[in-house]
């Protein structure tokens, strides 16, 4: 339970951040989120970074209102003026969102690390919260899956040159739809997918709200095409393996017929992934009018639904 009366989400549940009440009214939404490089561009290392961190405040459906930055750089390996590109990029996605970049820290570290803690806002009755599914409730994607897949492909070399950018720009477009979502009453739990691929967030998702839930995986949006031959070459990043040995028992397969490939894609790791949301059946006409608003036309088909508990906590389909 929270240790505050005014905290009304913290570290008692697997949320995206921590929700603290303000007045009747309003509370504020308080999270930090950095990592190491994944691309060879500073100033796109910083926009995907920030992209990252601010997607949370979107995820609990809410307004994020300034950012601080965190940045660790070995001084005496990189030029710290490819720190100030890092930095840069940042404030690039930050003014997409509507910020300022405040201010920040930064330390001596072995390896370059960027990220952001950022504040938002958020009227109570808007808060989204990943544990708070109903079944019924139909499941949206917001981004495509496939940036692991990407990623591994271009560090192993065998990346075809008209894939080069899908990974870092679509890394790095803000999930600002999250804070429309958060209006819609219809919209009943929502996360975004990260580090845990789909499945750990879906999984989190179903247990979280105590029910179980259904993938169809037909209907789940690949980043490009010919993403399976990707993976049919191995390019698969180390934390899929991680994150199946952490939940596959949790999953069931029915009639998938090449069901490692599938489980790849699936709990292949996201960086500032879209955002995974579970809404009743009823409101999925204002959640289409709002994905158009935000030119999210191509995901206008549910990905799943959440089901009454079962043995499973999630099936998938196809």
């Known amino acids: ?19 603290y009440e303000l007045d009747n009214e309003t509370a504020l939404i308080a999270t930090t ?3 190491m490089p994944i691309v060879d561009d500073p100033f796109q290392f910083g926009r995907i970074a920030a992209a990252n ?6 995820a609990m459906g809410g307004k994020p209102l300034l950012a601080i930055a965190i940045l660790g750089w070995p001084v005496n390996k990189i030029p710290a003026g490819v720190a100030q590109k890092v930095i840069e990029g940042g404030r690039s996605i930050c003014l997409e969102a509507g910020i300022p970049l ?4 930064s330390i001596d570290s072995p390896e370059p690390i960027f990220g952001l803690a950022v504040n938002g806002i958020v009227k109570k009755s808007n808060i989204k919260q990943n544990n708070t599914a109903q079944p019924g409730d139909i499941l949206f994607l917001t ?12 560090k192993k070399g065998i990346l075809k040159p008209e894939h080069r950018e899908i990974a870092a720009n679509q890394m790095m477009q803000l999930n ?3 804070e429309r979502l958060g209006e819609c009453k219809g919209v009943h739990a929502m996360t975004d997918v990260t580090g845990f691929g789909l499945l750990g967030h879906l999984v989190e998702m179903a247990e979280g709200s105590n029910f179980s839930a259904e993938i169809n995986l037909s209907a789940v949006p690949y980043i490009i095409p010919e ?8 390019s698969v990043p180390g934390g899929t393996t991680r994150n199946l040995d952490s939940y596959r028992d949790k999953i069931r397969f029915e009639k998938i017929a090449d069901q490692s490939i599938a489980e790849s894609i699936l709990a292949d790791p996201q960086t500032s992934g879209g955002l ?14 709002i994905f158009k608003d935000y030119q999210l036309e191509g995901r206008m088909k549910p990905v799943g639904r959440i089901l009454p508990k079962s043995e499973s906590v999630v099936i998938i389909t196809k």
């Open 102 to 105: 405040a201010g920040g820290h």
């Open 176 to 178: 600002r739809v999250g």
């Open 227 to 234: 993403l399976e031959k990707y993976v049919q070459l191995n």
């Open 33 to 35: 989120d950095f990592f």
């Open 53 to 58: 961190a601010i997607s949370d405040v979107y």
């Open 143 to 154: 981004k495509p899956l496939g940036i692991g897949i990407l990623t591994t492909a271009e």
């Open 276 to 289: 995974l949301l579970a809404c009743a059946a009823d409101a999925q006409l204002e959640i289409e009018n």
């Open 1 to 19: 339970m929270p240790d505050n009366k005014h905290l009304l989400v913290g570290n008692h549940s697997k949320d995206d951040a921590a929700v």
